[in-house]
């Protein structure tokens, strides 16, 4: 149903009675815009105190301006994209066989619980060790190359996706199969054509949970064994009190994982279209 | 006959102690018949649709039908559940195709039949909706059009409109007992109100409180379209309450 139209659906109706009005699209934009506004302004603000005071050394917290010409300056150069790409592209190959295995292994493991006595336990025991605990010991066993730094996403967020995909599985109202098998619907369509589309909106959560994770993960491997990335730029910036060149990597990190939440948020709406039908 | 449950028991185990829910059940429904399934909560008369479903199995005892013992549900007996159970990701013209698409039907053939049923339930116009946009009753006919879609002789409908209001529970009813009257299916309903059952049923199978057991059956000789305020439709209602009432009784003592 349309918004703003005199007849509301009657969940719709229910929300409305119960939060009050939806705050039209248009303005929710401008508060979430002022939002970004303030934040630069009180660090611009924070930046001039201390420059004008001189409450300490003013390298140590450039203002967004000086940050932003940075990143810019290494953009025109060119060194910027290199470093980018490499992050980028260990997030993509590590993410990507992280899901897979996670989709593969949870699926079954969500719907036969033999499947799942098997997998869980070796999970369970895995999981609660820190990911950072084990990057020394990837370092050591495939060295300090792409693969490692690849690698180690895909470990970092196997357990997280893996979880989630399992919990997706288990939650689905088991009247959903049993309408389904009355209909005549065989174990393979029941697979694909219920279970998959019911367990789909959770298991893409989990996803972007894992793309955050991702983001997280790899400055750590970055800063360890790297001549490339945004991980680098900010290490290296370290050694040599590069400040504008940490910030503007740290905040290329944000915009970039950022992106990638909103990347899985459109899939998510593109495929669970029905639950923003309301 | 259509259905035939054969000294059908079933009882269940939780926390190592056996729970009688069903003994003994006999019941021989004929093609085309309407059953109502009555009881109080608890009697087992869910069960016994559950069972006959092929959702659950039989302690001892078989279901057959059309002479076949029942393995399993199958898509020649249609269920029709009191939480609705629609697919919420399919338009409610997708949820009508499921059976179809799971057979393979050709999507043409598929619209042409899904728009009959649409039609039958009065929900044409809202085709492309999906489920979280309608109401309750409209859901239900959702439901059902998807049952009846799909081409079964069997329509099983455990508490159908006990979720509904007043007004469209007699609404429903109504439809049901028109819809009915075209399609002539074997229909088993389980319900715990009296007027429904007599406005429903072929016949009444009362059961009897925990352990199920079956009580009477009232064979109900009204007319095909039913005066809810007729004096024969108010004795039926009255004689079958008393029978009701005294296994409400037994719950409560």
């Given at each position: 149903?349309?918004?703003?139209?005199?007849?509301l659906?009657?969940?719709?109706?229910?929300?409305?009675?119960?939060?009050?009005?939806?705050?039209?699209?248009?303005r929710?934009?401008?508060?979430?815009?002022?939002?970004?506004?303030?934040?630069?302004?009180?660090?611009?603000?924070a930046?001039?105190?201390?420059q004008?005071?001189?409450?300490?050394?003013?390298?140590?917290l450039p203002?967004?301006?000086?940050?932003?010409?940075?990143?810019?300056?290494?953009?025109?150069?060119g060194?910027?994209?290199?470093?980018?790409?490499?992050?980028?592209?260990?997030?993509?190959?590590?993410?990507?066989?992280?899901?897979?295995?996670?989709?593969?292994?949870?699926?079954?493991?969500?719907?036969?619980?033999?499947?799942?006595?098997?997998?869980?336990?070796?999970?369970?025991?895995l999981?609660?060790?820190?990911?950072?605990?084990?990057l020394?010991?990837?370092?050591?066993?495939?060295?300090?190359?792409?693969?490692?730094?690849?690698?180690?996403?895909?470990?970092?967020?196997?357990?997280?996706?893996?979880?989630?995909t399992?919990?997706?599985?288990?939650?689905?109202?088991?009247?959903?199969?049993?309408?389904?098998?009355?209909?005549?619907?065989?174990?393979?369509?029941?697979?694909?054509?219920?279970?998959?589309?019911?367990?789909?909106?959770?298991?893409?959560?989990?996803?972007?949970?894992?793309?955050?994770?991702?983001?997280?993960?790899?400055?750590?491997?970055?800063f360890?064994?790297?001549?490339?990335?945004?991980?680098f730029?900010?290490?290296?910036?370290?050694?040599?009190?590069?400040?504008?060149?940490?910030?503007?990597?740290?905040?290329?990190?944000g915009?970039?994982?950022?992106?990638?939440?909103?990347?899985?948020?459109?899939?998510?709406r593109?495929?669970?279209r029905?639950q923003?039908?309301? | 006959?259509?259905?035939?449950?054969?000294?059908?028991?079933?009882?269940?185990?939780?926390?190592?102690?056996?729970?009688?829910?069903?003994?003994?059940?006999?019941?021989?429904?004929?093609?085309?018949?309407?059953?109502?399934?009555?009881g109080?909560?608890?009697?087992?008369?869910?069960?016994?649709?559950?069972?006959?479903?092929?959702?659950?199995?039989?302690t001892?005892?078989?279901?057959?039908?059309?002479?076949?013992?029942?393995?399993?549900p199958?898509a020649?007996?249609?269920?029709?559940?009191?939480?609705?159970?629609?697919?919420?990701?399919?338009?409610?013209?997708?949820?009508?195709?499921f059976?179809?698409?799971?057979?393979?039907?050709?999507?043409?053939?598929?619209r042409?039949?899904?728009?009959?049923?649409?039609?039958?339930?009065?929900?044409?116009?809202?085709?492309?909706k999906?489920p979280?946009?309608?109401s309750?009753?409209?859901?239900?006919?959702?439901?059902?059009?998807?049952?009846?879609?799909?081409?079964?002789?069997?329509?099983?409908?455990?508490?159908?409109?006990?979720?509904?209001?007043?007004?469209?529970?007699?609404?429903?009813?109504?439809?049901?007992?028109?819809?009915?009257?075209?399609?002539?299916?074997?229909?088993?309903?389980?319900?715990?109100?009296?007027?429904?059952?007599?406005?429903?049923?072929?016949?009444?199978?009362?059961?009897?409180?925990?352990?199920?057991?079956?009580?009477?059956?009232?064979?109900i000789?009204?007319?095909?379209?039913?005066?809810r305020?007729?004096?024969?439709?108010?004795?039926?209602?009255?004689?079958?309450?008393?029978?009701?009432?005294?296994?409400?009784?037994?719950?409560?003592?």
């Amino acid at each position: 149903m349309a918004r703003g139209s005199v007849l509301l659906s009657v969940p719709e109706m229910m929300e409305w009675g119960l939060r009050g009005p939806a705050v039209p699209r248009r303005r929710a934009l401008r508060l979430r815009v002022l939002s970004i506004v303030l934040f630069l302004g009180a660090w611009s603000l924070a930046a001039g105190i201390v420059q004008a005071a001189g409450l300490f050394n003013p390298i140590f917290l450039p203002g967004p301006w000086l940050v932003l010409g940075k990143v810019l300056a290494m953009a025109v150069q060119g060194e910027l994209w290199a470093h980018v790409g490499a992050t980028l592209g260990r997030v993509a190959i590590g993410f990507s066989t992280g899901a897979a295995l996670a989709l593969l292994l949870g699926l079954p493991a969500g719907h036969v619980r033999a499947v799942r006595n098997l997998v869980e336990p070796v999970v369970e025991l895995l999981r609660p060790i820190p990911p950072l605990a084990v990057l020394p010991l990837f370092i050591v066993w495939i060295g300090i190359g792409e693969s490692a730094k690849a690698g180690f996403i895909t470990y970092a967020t196997f357990f997280p996706m893996f979880l989630t995909t399992v919990h997706a599985v288990r939650q689905i109202d088991p009247l959903l199969i049993r309408a389904a098998q009355s209909l005549g619907a065989r174990p393979r369509q029941l697979f694909f054509r219920v279970i998959l589309p019911a367990a789909l909106p959770e298991i893409l959560t989990g996803l972007r949970l894992g793309v955050a994770l991702s983001f997280f993960v790899i400055v750590i491997s970055e800063f360890i064994a790297a001549e490339q990335g945004l991980g680098f730029l900010i290490n290296d910036g370290r050694s040599f009190f590069l400040v504008p060149q940490m910030l503007g990597a740290a905040v290329l990190l944000g915009v970039l994982g950022y992106a990638g939440n909103a990347l899985v948020r459109l899939v998510e709406r593109r495929v669970a279209r029905w639950q923003q039908a309301v | 006959m259509k259905i035939q449950v054969q000294r059908v028991s079933k009882s269940f185990t939780a926390d190592g102690r056996r729970t009688p829910a069903l003994v003994d059940i006999d019941l021989d429904v004929a093609d085309r018949e309407l059953i109502c399934l009555l009881g109080p909560s608890g009697c087992g008369k869910s069960t016994l649709l559950n069972i006959v479903a092929g959702f659950l199995e039989p302690t001892s005892g078989t279901i057959l039908v059309d002479g076949r013992p029942v393995t399993g549900p199958g898509a020649d007996r249609g269920v029709v559940f009191q939480e609705y159970v629609l697919f919420p990701w399919l338009t409610v013209q997708g949820n009508v195709e499921f059976g179809l698409t799971l057979k393979g039907v050709p999507a043409d053939e598929r619209r042409r039949i899904a728009r009959r049923y649409l039609e039958l339930v009065g929900l044409v116009q809202h085709a492309q909706k999906f489920p979280v946009q309608l109401s309750g009753g409209m859901k239900q006919r959702v439901a059902i059009a998807r049952a009846l879609a799909n081409a079964p002789s069997i329509i099983l409908m455990d508490e159908p409109f006990g979720a509904l209001d007043a007004q469209t529970r007699e609404i429903l009813q109504e439809e049901l007992g028109r819809i009915q009257r075209v399609e002539h299916k074997t229909i088993l309903f389980v319900t715990h109100s009296i007027r429904e059952a007599v406005y429903l049923a072929d016949r009444v199978v009362v059961m009897t409180s925990a352990p199920g057991r079956i009580k009477q059956i009232f064979a109900i000789k009204l007319p095909e379209t039913r005066d809810r305020f007729a004096p024969e439709f108010t004795q039926y209602e009255s004689e079958i309450t008393r029978v009701v009432k005294e296994e409400v009784a037994k719950v409560h003592e």
